[in-house]
């Protein structure tokens, strides 16, 4: 497996990042039971115009999952963390965090994950994030953000 930051310019790898999307948020918008998540409906010209940088796990050339941030000089906002459903529960998530949390040393870290979304509340908490903050962008729907400072 390779850790590398992902081209998302190129179209096929715009294309396994989108599929990957779609798959991993049909999975929390179950979880979360909201059908709505703006993720899983996004578009390859929206990938592939992403602010930030990805960075993907890859087995050969077949990417399995990724994280996408934005930086500034202080904070670190994860926008996305998706996994491919087949290799949930494999610490592929983990490794992505892991990654952010080494090369953002000194920054405040931050993530949202829907209230109802047990598997990345307890890898925020496992990795030393903590609940900062809640709030209801539609009726019935709750965020958490997550912050770590490293």
């Known amino acids: 497996m390779q850790l590398k930051e992902v081209a998302i310019h190129q179209f096929e790898q715009a294309q396994q990042m989108l599929e990957i999307q779609r798959n991993a948020y049909a999975v929390e918008a179950e979880l979360l039971g909201f059908d ?5 409906y996004e578009t390859i010209d929206v990938i592939q115009n992403l602010p930030g940088t990805s960075y993907g796990l890859y087995i ?11 930086a500034s000089e202080k904070t670190v906002e994860i926008t996305k963390l998706c996994i ?8 592929l998530a983990t490794t992505l965090l ?8 000194g920054k405040l870290i931050y ?4 209230k109802h979304n047990g598997p990345a509340k307890r890898l925020y908490t496992k990795l030393g994030f903590e609940p900062s903050a809640k709030f209801e962008p539609e009726h019935g729907v709750t965020l958490i953000r997550y912050t ?3």
Request: no cysteine; charged share 30%.
């Open 36 to 40: 709505e998540i703006p993720a899983r």
């Open 60 to 70: 050969e050339e077949r990417l399995i999952g990724f994280v996408t941030v934005e």
């Open 84 to 91: 491919d459903p087949t290799y949930f529960r494999a610490r």
């Open 98 to 105: 892991e990654h952010i949390l080494s090369i953002h040393k």
């Open 111 to 114: 993530v949202h994950t829907g």
């Open 148 to 150: 770590h400072t490293s």
